[in-house]
């Protein structure tokens, strides 16, 4: 018995392979994951954004006066497209769209070779949306182009969390534009529903508490797994959705993704009696919250329409914040030189 | 047939019992004589005509033996052929290959067993078919075992595809004792793994990939053990194929407790790489059964030190280098690995853990040999089959995958540090690969 465990705690301090370090983004222009921005990059974009929202378009438009960036779409888009494509053509670039209906990739022609003959075609950076997790990171290998990522399968959809991130300073802490470790402390922010198959969930958690805030995730155990709270730093994870809102200075609410559900069966009147936001919900246990939603919403199951359209939403503005942040990411993507990979 | 000295070499043969320098001659595919240096007369003795190989400050060793390899052929010559496939073999220091079924059409009929073990196929080492357990393994019908084993299949299985159902795996396990061949399994509960390309966990959560439960594999290896417990027969012998789990290893060490025959191997990237290596989407880190936690990988290398391990076998599972540049979920699943087999249990088990050297060959050589009857392989006692690794075991050495003698280079191992370096690879009396000078 004490030999047993004597070779067990020698063995435990046996050396193991070193596991390698990230090699990305190779291109600093890119923007990959909130993970690759440092707080003097975030602080940089958001000081950005205000100056290229409110430079005279005649002159803004001369930043990246016919630069040429593709915006490649494997996944239908309203929001995030049409706003990549405004933020780039305010600052003078040229886009061209591809989208997987309406082009060889249809044929079967693979994301590299997509990417090589959109290279090859002149792009200089390219905006991707794929339904594939990690897709742009494919794309940055192949292309070493400066690569956006508009939202890639289940991980991350970094500008979202951006302009949700310029959403909440502009009611929490208006005026800020520099950010440090602790901008948003005393801040918790629930996000609700279908943490799961998030992308805009993984990008918030990921990204706000590297701020000073608490992120609370809500929802049921199939679209909300434990190990989610083990995902980052100041990330718990709260059954309840009242008790979660009863803490929440900003509660966002995320869409059920039908699409990627992958065969698992919801009691949707079960999952609205639990966890939608209507507004007896708000004014009891969170009157003063933002009310924030990454869009599209379906008025009636996350949200009532009442909560979705009320004083405390701040939805459409979202939306806004959007092209002042891709402005700014944009203008970085063919700009930005000398910075280093993350280690 | 050409005779072979191999003169002055550290011979470690551990079913054997030999430690020690030794000359040993190989004739006419066999081992013929094995003496202390100088001993063996090369003048107009047996040794006559011989040509010597000077294996001074080299270890000799029983070529090694890897059970699980997919050579992919017939059906997928594109990613590796016999020829290929076995050439990298002998580059490792294999001499003996057990090829899996999953074949297109899969290796399910005595035709396409002999069609493999043909000469046409140019075979550098000994390969041994592994034949599908079910028609197509649809895990439906049986097949002809005793017609398998006549044709020269060593086990069955279905791998990528594991039986499910609790009859057809009794089935199985009941007639394949009744010819005397063992059952491997690949063992995952694929209803819980539905669309998952790497382990679940809090990584493939961070990633958005869909995770395979540990409980996939441990759950089936449960089952499998309580069938071969309701069987009663001791002639039943379950195998459980690249063990990945700590739940896994535990059920298989209870079931030895409990004497049954239930014997498992570990791959070496199961004891050396977690899911961290998968990093940023690296499909070259994509394999089923995944990368698992640290705290598996731990388990893995305790169950090797503990003798719980049967056998280190590698899953050689190549794939053209177009294959894997894809997104990381429609990545196909598996890494190279015969070519970086030994290197990496000489600098890690041996080097850097202290298993003794003749354990570790032991792994890959002697004990795969006898959980599949392999009848005169893994040992060099006299008229064993001439299958001999002679290996520079002080050679350190880095990996590139570019010079792979494999038609793949979808390895996690590029650039690694290699420890033992193969010098020759014999293969039943003939020099079937000999390290550049």
Redesign the interface.
């Known amino acids: 018995m004490n030999a047993s465990t004597a070779t ?1 705690t020698t ?2 301090q ?4 070193q ?2 370090a ?1 090699s ?1 983004p190779y291109n600093p222009g890119s923007l990959l994951s909130v993970v690759d921005l440092d707080l003097a990059t975030i602080s940089h974009l958001l000081a950005r954004a205000t100056t290229l929202e409110n430079q005279d378009p005649l002159t803004r438009d001369r930043i990246l006066f016919k630069r040429r960036i593709a915006l490649l779409f494997y996944e239908s888009s309203t929001r995030t497209r049409t706003s990549f494509e405004l933020a780039a053509k305010s600052l003078g670039a040229d886009t061209t769209l591809v989208s997987s209906l309406s082009s060889s990739i249809e044929k079967g022609e ?3 070779d997509t990417g090589l003959t959109l290279r090859a075609l002149g792009a200089e950076a390219i905006i991707i949306r ?1 339904n ?4 742009p ?2 794309l940055e290998q ?1 292309t070493r182009l400066p690569i956006l990522n508009a939202g ?5 959809h970094p500008t979202q969390a951006l302009l949700d991130l310029r959403t909440i300073l502009a009611h929490l802490r208006p005026g800020v534009e520099t950010v440090s470790a602790d901008t948003l402390s005393g801040v918790t922010v629930t996000i609700v529903g279908d943490i ?1 198959h998030s ?1 805009v969930a ?1 990008s918030n958690m ?1 990204l706000l508490p590297r701020l000073g805030a608490r992120v609370i995730l809500c929802g049921p155990p199939p679209l909300l ?1 434990d ?2 709270a ?3 730093p100041g990330i718990t994870v709260e059954r309840d959705f009242e008790a979660a809102l009863h803490q929440s200075q900003v509660v966002m609410m995320l869409r059920i993704q039908a699409e990627r559900l ?2 698992l069966q919801l009691d949707l009147t079960q999952y609205r009696d639990a966890y939608q936001l209507t507004g007896q919900r708000l004014s009891t246990h969170a009157p003063t919250a933002l009310v924030m939603h990454p869009g599209p919403i379906i008025r009636g199951l996350e949200i009532t329409a009442g909560v979705a359209d009320g004083p405390q939403s701040a939805i459409l503005e979202q939306v806004r914040h959007g092209v002042a942040i891709r402005m700014a990411v944009v203008e970085r993507a063919l700009t930005a030189t000398g910075m280093q990979a993350r280690a | 047939m050409s005779t072979l000295l191999i003169h002055n070499g550290h011979l470690i043969d551990p079913a054997a019992g030999v430690d020690s320098t030794k000359d040993i001659l190989l004739k006419d595919g066999r081992v013929a004589e094995i003496a202390a240096p100088g001993k063996i007369k090369t003048g107009n003795g047996a040794g006559s005509n011989a040509e010597i190989l000077d294996a001074t400050g080299l270890t000799v060793a029983p070529g090694l033996i890897d059970i699980h390899v997919h050579l992919r052929e017939p059906g997928q010559a594109h990613k590796e052929t016999i020829a290929t496939g076995t050439a990298a073999a002998a580059a490792g220091g294999f001499t003996a290959v057990a090829a899996m079924p999953n074949t297109n059409p899969v290796n399910d009929s005595p035709e396409i067993t002999r069609w493999m073990l043909s000469p046409d196929r140019g075979a550098s080492v000994r390969v041994y078919p592994i034949g599908a357990a079910t028609r197509g393994s649809k895990g439906e019908q049986i097949n002809d075992f005793a017609a398998l084993k006549a044709a020269g299949a060593v086990a069955v299985t279905d791998d990528g595809h594991p039986i499910l159902k609790d009859s057809i795996m009794r089935e199985t396990l009941a007639a394949a004792a009744r010819v005397g061949l063992s059952v491997i399994q690949h063992a995952e509960d694929t209803r819980m793994s ?2 998952a390309s790497m382990n ?3 990584i493939a ?6 995770g395979m439960p540990p409980e996939a594999e441990s759950g089936l290896v449960e089952r499998d053990i309580r069938l071969v417990t309701e069987l009663k027969d001791s002639r039943v012998h379950l195998h459980v194929a690249h063990t990945s789990t700590a739940a896994a290893i535990a059920a298989v060490r209870q079931a030895r407790r409990n004497g049954l025959r239930v014997t498992c191997e570990v791959a070496p990237h199961h004891f ?3 899911e ?2 998968v ?3 690296n499909t070259n880190a994509k394999m089923n059964p995944p990368l698992r936690s ?1 705290a598996d ?2 388990a893995m ?2 169950a090797i ?1 503990d003798g719980i391990v049967d056998a280190i076998a590698t899953d050689h599972a190549p794939h053209a280098t ?1 294959e894997k ?6 990545a196909p699943n598996g890494i190279t690995g015969l070519e970086t087999a030994l290197g990496l249990c000489l600098h ?1 088990l041996h080097k ?2 202290k298993l003794p050297l003749g354990r570790v060959l032991s792994l890959l050589s002697a004990q795969p040999a006898a959980l599949l009857s392999l009848k005169g392989r893994g040992t060099l006692a006299v008229g064993s089959f001439a299958d001999v690794v002679v290996f520079d075991p002080k050679a350190e050495w880095t990996y590139h995958a570019k010079e792979t003698r494999s038609k793949a280079h979808n390895t996690p191992f590029d650039g690694w540090t290699m420890q033992g370096k193969v010098r020759w690879t014999i293969s039943e009396g003939r020099i079937a690969y000999a390290a550049p000078q």
């Open positions: 067990a063995r435990r046996l050396q193991r392979p596991t390698p990230s990305f693979t994301l590299k794929h594939s997790s990690g897709a990171w494919l192949e890639d399968g289940m991980h991350e799961l992308r993984r990921l797994p190990s989610a083990n995902a980052g992958a065969g | 539905q669309g679940a966990g809090p959560f961070k990633l958005g990939l869909r050396l790489l977690t961290e290596h990093g940023q989407y640290a990988r731990d290398i305790e030190l177009h540049e894809v997104e990381f979920e429609h890690w850097e853990w």
